[in-house]
């Protein structure tokens, strides 16, 4: 949104707002909500405005969502004290990496410290070049029959579900099975347990394949913003994934929509929208660095449309199997007979695999992805928040 006036909408939980930036060059996020009767004040999804009017009795706000008017005003509201009742505003709104978060906690921590030592590896994400990474077209919408944290910790590090759920994908040869192979030791690193969120990373042994970006685009990556152990891994990475908690993902990995053709590196953001308990809303954007060249985000925006969107191969495979999940979640004979699922994978006495002791980064390190190590940190955070209590784990537990 370079403009003033330039908004967009969005949803916070099933809340929704209006991101605007408003006539002095602030980012605002407000609740979509008269403060008259309720409706709605702004019924499309993005534009630009000075002001928003309610459609239901015309009462008006500025962009900054300030009152600015309502009708009959000397005949019904003579002694309205307007700065009383301006639309609602998230009362902290950070900017980072060119991303705006919001928290309608009024005690929460800032974004930074939200985020704890998890910054490291999130930083990799958007800071392999100096100008960081653009957003290439609109944000991809799809309604999918599943609860959202079925995606959520998916991209924690589900890595066993790749060679089953996507095997049709393996089997065109559009994706090297490297990438995408069973687990095993080496070639897969789980690192959970981070400040409460996770990242999974793919590596080719000996080699340094920098997320299949070519050299006309890694000639731009310099450390820049990143100290040299962050760099490094990303030049050893073959993709990342992760999931920020509780519902913002991310999945950086180079992919082809053919055979005949080479891979081309992307960023792919999420954000598992709630919609209920047995349905969510999924927002997808694709992201090439910034320097790339108009011929490369071109390739990289149609590799990423075959692949993880609403229209993608990967993307058809997990929806058809994700809202089982949630049916069977949803069954009496599942309750009658106390049905938990397993997420024992790698855990404790399951594996002989132990943490990396002098693992770089922050975090609990495996060397193997043939764990679930960071789909349980999600729950574990998802218990805490939920419960606002702390559970004592050993490192048995992880």
């Known amino acids: 949104m370079p403009n003033r006036g330039d908004f967009v909408t969005r949803n916070i939980g099933e809340d929704p707002f209006i991101m605007v930036r408003d006539d002095k060059g602030r980012i605002q996020v407000l609740l979509n909500a008269c403060r008259h009767r309720g409706a709605q004040v702004c019924r499309v999804q ?10 239901f009795h015309g009462w ?3 962009n900054s969502g300030d009152l600015l008017g309502v009708p009959v005003r000397t005949q019904g509201y003579a002694a309205l004290d307007f700065k009383e009742w301006g639309l609602f505003s998230a009362p902290h709104v950070e900017s980072y990496m060119g991303l705006v ?20 590896y999130f930083d990799i994400q958007f800071a392999l070049s100096e100008g960081g990474m653009e957003v290439l077209g609109e944000p991809h919408r799809w309604i999918v029959d599943a609860n959202w944290k079925q995606g959520a910790e998916n991209f924690c590090g589900d890595s066993s579900h790749t060679q089953m759920t996507h095997k049709s994908v393996l089997e065109t040869g559009i994706i090297d099975p490297v990438s995408a192979g069973a687990p095993k030791e080496g070639t897969g690193l789980h690192i959970h ?13 000996g080699e340094a394949p920098f997320i299949s970006y070519p050299p006309e685009v ?5 450390p820049g913003r990143l100290n040299q152990d962050q760099f490094d891994l990303a030049e050893r990475s073959l993709l990342q994934n992760g999931t920020l908690f509780p519902n913002f993902s991310f999945l950086h990995i180079g992919l082809s929509d053919s055979p005949q053709k080479p891979h081309a590196g992307f960023l792919t953001l999420r954000v598992w929208q709630p ?9 997808n954007w694709i992201l090439a660095p910034v320097e790339a060249s108009p011929e490369y985000k071109r390739r990289a925006y149609q590799v990423g449309m075959s692949s993880f969107s609403p229209s993608g191969s990967f993307e058809q495979d997990d929806v058809a199997v994700w809202p089982s999940v949630a049916r069977t979640a949803a069954t009496i004979f599942a309750e009658i007979n106390n049905m938990r699922f397993n997420y024992q994978m790698g855990l404790g006495d399951m594996s002989s695999s132990e943490p990396i002791r002098d693992w770089v980064g922050p975090g609990v390190a495996n060397s193997t992805n043939a764990g679930e190590g960071g789909l349980r940190t999600f729950h574990h955070t998802w218990y805490e928040r939920m419960t606002n209590s702390k559970l004592e784990l050993d490192h048995h537990d992880h």
Not at 46 to 55: E, I, L, M
Not at 275 to 283: A, H, R, T, V
């Open 60 to 62: 008006s706000y500025r």
């Open 193 to 205: 347990d981070c400040s409460g969120h996770a990242i999974s990373i793919r590596q080719l042994p």
């Open 218 to 222: 890694t000639q731009h990556f310099k």
């Open 101 to 120: 978060f919001a928290n309608l906690d009024p005690d929460a921590v800032s974004f930074e410290a939200y985020m704890g030592d998890y910054k490291w």
């Open 46 to 55: 993005a534009g630009n405005s000075k002001a928003f009017v309610c459609p």
């Open 275 to 283: 919609k209920g308990p047995n349905q969510m809303e999924i927002w």
